[in-house]
């Protein structure tokens, strides 16, 4: 049988499953495997990835091989497997054939078909849920995110979405909303997880982590490829909704956002198998830096998104009669200044309660904004981040009376006009900008609270 003749059946019966047509990572490694050749030096060096990407890329190939045909499938036999299921096709048009339903644009992977022995109405098997939160905080007290919850929950049950990136700066409510996310939705699933990335671990001890819920310690194999592997075998077996929190300690400090510190970069490579390959879970990533890879994944037809979160408006009132404080006719100038932000909010809320007697319009009464000492130790956690031409345009935007335009910083600090458009771009990143549209221009500024401390700090 000719190589493209082949190649176009495997295509085909994958498409047909799956409704996805082999990549153009996939369709190299099996046309060098079809001709007998050693795959991962060659297809690395072709398409600038590495030996390891490709080896994983091919393990994930050979499983959704072996789900489209019925059997084990790997390099040594797949060429005797798909030139035997081409001749009995020729005789029998419907043999492997399977559904496939597509809910949104979004593949949704089916299990294989009945076999004739299987009763066509199987009794359910009841399911037992695991929950495993590891170190997550104990949640107190949630304020109304009924919108973002509602999102969040259409997303990962309706659209059947793989990864999401719920963003916002530090103190916004990532890690309470996915909690709550957690606890409203938990019983759809086999597996929930909660962990924190606080301390940077490695990809290596994270999936080993991971592996430890599922398995017995001396089941988990020693190679990440193969963990990663592994791991993802188990997130098609079960559904599995899994909460990654602190993503951003994984990025380097004094560099743009998003960059992975030395040694960290194979998260890359697993959070794009994660929205890559097909399965039933979903993966959310909470952090106050976008991972680059979410902006190139996050497409319309592709089971990935980006959540940001901000102000809770009108239900941050809630935290000031927590907090027993009066004059509620000025509360929404309050929230204003400190942009609804939950901690900021209950930073300050304490500190009015402790000098002002609660009394939010003396308060008001102080030029605003005024940065209780917890609220400025939080905002130096992303400052400390930031690189010199970050930091510059900061400060020179703290110290303009409106906002500006891009253009409006070149000459004005001493940087490249391309230094000072990446340096915008990924403050964005970090959600330290405000950004407004017009006049079909967009202008750049910064909230009055961070007005406030860069000037208190940088100047």
């Known amino acids: 049988m000719e190589l493209k003749e082949v190649l176009r059946f495997a295509d085909d019966k994958v498409f047909s499953k799956t409704g996805k047509h082999l990549d153009d990572l996939q369709e190299a490694i ?6 007998g050749r050693k795959y991962a030096a060659k297809v690395a060096q072709d398409r600038d990835c590495s030996d390891g990407y490709v080896r994983v890329a091919a393990s994930e190939l050979w499983k959704i091989l072996s789900d489209v045909f019925g059997e084990d499938v790997s390099k040594v036999n797949v060429r005797a497997i798909l030139e035997r299921a081409k001749f009995y096709t020729n005789f029998s048009p419907t043999i492997g054939s399977e559904n496939v339903t597509v809910n949104n ?29 590891g170190d997550a905080p104990q949640i107190f007290t949630f304020f109304d995110r009924t919108s973002e919850l509602s999102t969040l929950e259409n997303w990962i049950t309706h659209d059947r ?123 959310i990533l909470n952090s106050w830096e976008k991972p680059r890879e979410i902006a190139r994944l996050s497409k319309e037809d592709h089971p990935v998104r980006c959540f940001e979160l901000g102000s809770l408006g009108e239900a941050a009132k809630e935290i000031l009669n927590s907090q027993k404080l009066t004059d509620e006719e000025t509360w929404s100038t309050l929230i204003d200044i400190y942009q609804g932000n939950p901690l900021w909010l209950e930073l300050t809320a304490t500190l009015i309660r402790e000098l002002f007697g609660g009394r939010v319009a003396e308060f008001l009464q102080c030029e605003m904004p005024i940065l209780d000492e917890g609220l400025q130790f939080q905002l130096s956690q992303p400052f400390g981040r930031l690189t010199a031409a970050e930091l510059a345009v900061m400060v020179h935007l703290a110290n303009l009376p409106e906002p500006v335009a891009v253009s409006r910083f070149f000459n004005k600090i001493p940087f490249s006009p391309s230094e000072i458009v990446n340096a915008v771009r990924y403050l964005g990143s970090r959600f330290l900008l405000d950004t407004i549209e017009q006049e079909k221009i967009t202008l750049f500024s910064l909230n009055p609270v961070l007005k406030q401390y860069v000037k208190t700090q940088y100047s």
């Open 30 to 35: 099996l046309k060098e495997t079809l001709q």
């Open 161 to 283: 979405t793989r990864l999401i990136a719920l963003l916002g700066i530090s103190g916004i409510g990532k890690t309470t909303l996915s909690l709550r996310l957690i606890n409203q939705i938990k019983t759809q699933f086999d597996y929930v997880i909660y962990r924190s990335l606080r301390f940077s671990p490695t990809l290596d001890a994270t999936l080993t982590n991971l592996l430890q819920i599922f398995s017995q310690p001396s089941e988990i194999p020693q190679n990440i490829e193969t963990k990663i592997s592994q791991l993802l075998d188990y997130l098609r077996k079960y559904r599995c909704l899994i909460v990654l929190d602190d993503v951003q300690m994984l990025f380097s400090s004094r560099q743009l956002a998003g960059q992975y510190q030395t040694g960290y970069e194979d998260y890359q490579l697993f959070f794009k198998l994660i929205a890559d390959v097909c399965h039933q879970s979903c993966l």
């Open 105 to 133: 644009n979004l593949n949704i992977c089916q299990e294989r078909a009945r076999s004739p022995t299987e009763s066509p109405n199987p009794q359910p098997t009841p399911k037992q849920l695991h929950i495993d939160l």
